[in-house]
């Protein structure tokens, strides 16, 4: 029989709907019954693409045995990270500040005050390697409640006083300077992997947000070895196994230093960010490397992500059927020697093998490889790759594919939208444009509504029932002024601007001007959370920080401006030191100093051939984060069109940056030269 899952949204907690375990979703009800039956709370937080989240729900959660001894103890409580950041980034501080490290699945016992006691990740079903099993955890925990309650709740409540205390160090609420960006570069060139690309050891990320950062800083500063390691990066990535050879797109992260063997799930967030990087790389060397992963980053994400009404999907799961009925990683991806033979016959199967590096042995497991584009002399006939290509793409089609958590996540839509629009600027391919637009037609649609607050997720056409944090908002906003630069219609700059006004009002410190990652009228939890630190995706504070500063370049808005600075003191005062985490807020903080330069271009519509040449050309320019606007003279789409007439007839830009502005031009040459960076 269902349990109180089946109801839900969340891909995740619909997967556990099924189990022995009377599961509830997280809700006052289920602290109140915990409350009434006088039992600790066991909170699951975990994601539907993580892989060990299923090895625990297949385990334990499945296991009538153990639901059983739960459900009689425990009232047992089911997160979805995705839809529930806060709660997931509140509990995972107590368990990295418990145990020195934390992931998911998330294993945390509470008071029915919510305050947590005892913590854990992935509890196996018996005892191994030194770990207890998941049911002496449960019997350990529940004798230490009915035994020695006083004690359990004096821990508890200790934590929640320790987590209180541990307050961020917001720096002095002022932009970093040359000294601070410097500084991090440094850092950061200590840290770069030269043989590799990247930074740090295995497992390794890709570092979306500090390439931008580093593509920022070559183009304000001229700096070469920013431009290396970025490119360095780039290019070590796209040859990896990391990066989809056949379909497009990268996997979550690399487990090893080389970028051969990736974790094999897919996430939006992820191939939003990376196709932007490339393009960005592109625009910055003509890189035709950076051209094809841009694009085909893009492809994948409308072909494999997009759902029926237009959003994309979070994810596609690590995990698929092998063709024995057996849920194995990687098995949608990997290819033997033999399996290449099948399809292809002999002669290009040694061909292919020898192209992609596929081995006798594997680069895998079981003697199986993951495709990847090893460095290699020779040329190979470009023709006769493409159709071998196309062949492997066609026989992986007919594998079982792996799952796809279909809810739609606000923040993460507004990351593609940012990446579509531009991609499909730049290189000339208005049908991603046009999915840009439908993503962000949804948002409005759906996820807004008269106040424009933001509902974080929906699923099926359907908003969940969430609110929005700080991420949201601010990524969102991202997405829509990327779109209005591209499209020219103003009335997503007024969305973006609707969306930060509530950063402000109902996120914002007015004191310090720090920033919270939920609402001020949102959910009490045991501690409001924050985190500045950019994570696998940018952190809602310096993601805010960034789009405030482009509305405020936009608009002349002083406010937004001030609001923008006083957030990136936090960057001042971690850049330097752990500049890996707070990329986005580097590249925020370049464009502060550049500016942002401010761009209008004028001319009789969009269609006219000038225009288009104007407009293409500031899209391109690398000077950071300038913003572009396009336009009839005296619209009243966009502030900066007011009082710019054309020249002579002709349509014309303007740039400014710092209140002083350049004369007007109406020739592409000059202001290519003026937003060279």
């Known amino acids: 029989m269902p349990n109180r899952l089946a109801h839900e949204t969340s891909p995740y907690l619909l997967q556990h709907a099924d189990n022995p375990v009377d599961w509830w979703p997280w809700s006052a009800e289920a602290f109140?019954?915990?409350r009434e039956r006088s039992v600790p709370v066991l909170l699951s937080i975990g994601y539907s693409s993580c892989h060990w989240c299923h090895v625990m729900a297949h385990e334990s959660f499945e296991d009538q045995e153990t639901a059983e001894y739960l459900n009689a103890h425990y009232v047992s409580v089911k997160v979805d990270r995705e839809e529930r950041p806060d709660v997931d980034a509140v509990y995972m501080e107590a368990v990295q500040a418990a145990t020195g490290h934390g992931g998911w699945p998330m294993t945390v016992f509470l008071t029915p005050d919510a305050e947590p006691f005892y913590f854990g990740t992935y509890f196996p079903p018996a005892p191994r390697q030194g770990m207890p099993s998941f049911r002496q955890v449960l019997q350990g925990v529940h004798q230490a409640w009915e035994e020695r309650r006083g004690e359990v709740t004096e821990v508890a409540g200790k934590i929640v006083r320790d987590l209180a205390g541990r307050e961020i160090s917001y720096g002095d609420a002022q932009t970093p300077g040359e000294q601070e960006l410097a500084q991090a570069l440094l850092a950061l060139t200590r840290e770069y992997d030269p043989q590799r690309g990247g930074f740090g050891g295995a497992p390794k990320f890709p570092p979306s947000m500090v390439l931008e950062f580093l593509l920022r800083h070559h183009a304000r500063t001229g700096s070469e070895g920013a431009l290396q390691m970025a490119s360095d990066t780039c290019e070590r990535m796209a040859r990896g196994g990391i990066y989809d050879q056949l379909g497009g797109g990268f996997a979550r992260y690399s487990v090893d230093r080389d970028w051969i063997v990736p974790h094999f799930e897919k996430m939006l967030y992820d191939n939003a960010l990376l196709c932007?990087?490339?393009?960005?790389?592109?625009?910055?060397?003509?890189?035709?490397?950076?051209?094809?992963?841009?694009?085909?980053?893009?492809?994948?994400?409308?072909?494999?992500?997009?759902?029926?009404?237009?959003?994309f999907a979070s994810a596609l799961d690590a995990d698929s059927d092998d063709g024995t009925g057996k849920h194995v990683e990687g098995a949608y991806y990997v290819w033997t020697p033999g399996q290449l033979r099948e399809v292809l016959g002999e002669e290009d199967a040694?061909?292919?093998?020898?192209?992609?590096?596929?081995?006798?042995?594997?680069?895998?497991?079981?003697?199986?490889?993951?495709?990847?584009l090893p460095q290699q002399d020779g040329v190979f006939d470009a023709g006769k790759i493409a159709s071998i290509r196309e062949r492997l793409l066609a026989a992986r089609a007919g594998r079982p594919a792996p799952g796809r958590d279909d809810k739609v996540v606000a923040a993460w839509n507004g990351l593609a939208i940012a990446a579509l629009a531009e991609t499909g600027a730049y290189f000339d391919r208005p049908d991603l444009v046009e999915a840009a637009l439908a993503a962000a037609d949804l948002l409005v649609r759906l996820h807004l509504d008269e106040q424009a607050r933001l509902t974080r997720t929906s699923k099926?056409?359907?908003?969940?029932a969430?609110?929005?944090?700080?991420?949201?908002?601010?990524?969102?906003a991202e997405g829509f002024l990327a779109l209005a630069s591209v499209t020219g219609e103003g009335v997503w700059l007024e969305f973006a601007g609707?969306?930060?006004?509530?950063?402000?009002?109902?996120?914002?410190?007015?004191?310090s001007g720090a920033l919270f990652d939920t609402?001020?009228?949102?959910?009490?939890?045991?501690?409001?959370?924050?985190?500045?630190?950019?994570?696998?995706?940018?952190s809602g504070w310096t993601a805010a920080a960034n789009a405030l500063l482009s509305y405020a370049a936009h608009t002349g808005s002083e406010p937004h401006r001030t609001a923008a600075e006083r957030a990136l003191g936090v960057v001042k005062a971690l850049g330097p030191r752990v500049p890996r985490f707070i990329g986005w807020g580097l590249a925020a903080a370049e464009a502060a100093l550049d500016g942002p330069r401010e761009v209008a271009i004028v001319g009789p519509s969009l269609d006219h051939e000038g225009t288009r040449t104007l407009h293409r050309t500031a899209l391109l320019g690398t000077a950071p984060g300038a913003v572009v606007a396009v336009g009839a003279p005296e619209s009243d789409e966009f502030p900066l069109l007011a009082d710019r007439p054309l020249v002579g007839g002709e349509p014309a830009a303007y740039v400014c940056r710092n209140f002083t502005c350049d004369a007007p031009t109406t020739e592409a040459e000059r202001l290519r030269a003026v937003l060279s960076g």
């Open 460 to 464: 099926d056409g359907h908003a969940g």
């Open 32 to 34: 109140e019954e915990a």
């Open 466 to 476: 969430n609110a929005g944090v700080l991420e949201d908002y601010a990524d969102v």
């Open 519 to 538: 609402a001020s009228d949102a959910e009490r939890l045991i501690r409001r959370p924050q985190d500045p630190t950019d994570n696998a995706a940018p």
């Open 276 to 311: 932007r990087v490339y393009a960005h790389l592109w625009r910055a060397t003509g890189s035709e490397l950076a051209r094809r992963v841009a694009l085909e980053t893009a492809d994948f994400m409308v072909r494999e992500l997009r759902t029926a009404e237009g959003g």
């Open 350 to 372: 040694e061909l292919a093998a020898q192209y992609f590096g596929v081995t006798e042995e594997g680069t895998f497991e079981h003697g199986q490889s993951v495709l990847q």
């Open 498 to 511: 609707f969306l930060l006004d509530h950063v402000l009002a109902r996120f914002t410190d007015e004191e």
